[in-house]
């Protein structure tokens, strides 16, 4: 049976093209619906439940990477390769770690999108050898500075850490430092920065893992 794709794109000259496009390979793959905003890829993603969701990342509404999120959330069985001309690193990271099942540029050959399309069917990754080599390379990098990133912390950044591995809320590490709470979110800020860190919970077990806690009270 065909791929059942659905085309989520805002251009409406580029979903026709792609529409042609696929219609050279039946046998292969099958455009069940469109989408052009990315609120709309998601209702459609529910009423179709296509196979695979090729999605641009600037979209109205809601972007590619947001619909991606929320779709893989609702419907685990249903693929998602951005099809984009975003060479931007932080949306190739972004999508990745959302769980996307590949991620491709408009200014791929259509041959190879049909192998790579192919390929998603079987579990594999849609993503063309350069795109995969500048994914290593952020991933390596990034495994770096997480390495490195301690030091670039100031001492008070490292107390506050440290609070913070010890479970303490923004008001009581305000209180032991005598500063202000406001402060005390700056200098969160600037840690999960440093760290390449997400949030507060990452923060912690990156601090526990590296045993930066502060002694306990005999």
């Known amino acids: 049976m065909p791929i059942r794709i659905l085309?989520?794109?805002?251009?409406?000259?580029?979903?026709?093209?792609?529409?042609?496009?696929?219609?050279?390979?039946?046998?292969?793959?099958?455009v069940v619906g469109e989408a052009e905003t990315g609120e709309e890829a998601v209702?459609?993603?529910?009423?179709l439940r296509p196979d695979v969701v090729l999605m641009d990342i600037y979209m109205p509404q809601k972007?590619?990477?947001?619909?991606?999120?929320?779709?893989?959330?609702?419907?685990?069985?249903?693929?998602?390769?951005?099809?984009?001309?975003?060479?931007?690193?932080?949306?190739l990271y972004e999508a990745v770690r959302l769980g996307?099942?590949?991620?491709?540029?408009?200014?791929?050959?259509?041959?190879?999108l049909f192998e790579l399309l192919e390929g998603v069917t079987h579990g594999e990754a849609a993503m063309?050898?350069?795109?995969?080599?500048?994914?290593l390379k952020g991933v390596a990098g990034r495994m770096v500075d997480a390495e490195s990133g301690e030091e670039a912390l100031s001492e008070r950044e490292l107390v506050v850490l440290r609070f913070v591995a010890n479970g303490a809320s923004n008001a009581e590490i305000a209180e032991n430092l005598s500063i202000s709470i406001n402060t005390v979110k700056s200098h969160l800020k600037n840690i999960l920065e440093k760290?390449?860190?997400?949030?507060?919970?990452?923060?912690?077990t990156y601090a526990?893992?590296?045993?930066?806690?502060?002694?306990?009270?005999?």
């Open 100 to 112: 996307v099942a590949g991620y491709l540029l408009k200014n791929l050959d259509a041959d190879e």
């Open 63 to 91: 972007d590619g990477l947001q619909a991606a999120k929320e779709i893989l959330s609702r419907f685990p069985g249903v693929a998602i390769v951005m099809l984009t001309s975003s060479e931007h690193d932080g949306h």
């Open 208 to 218: 526990l893992r590296r045993g930066l806690v502060l002694p306990r009270e005999k």
């Open 128 to 135: 063309t050898r350069s795109m995969a080599m500048r994914l």
């Open 43 to 47: 209702q459609m993603t529910g009423m």
């Open 7 to 30: 085309l989520a794109d805002d251009h409406r000259l580029f979903r026709q093209g792609m529409i042609s496009l696929m219609r050279t390979r039946e046998d292969l793959v099958e």
């Open 195 to 204: 760290l390449q860190l997400a949030n507060r919970t990452q923060a912690a």
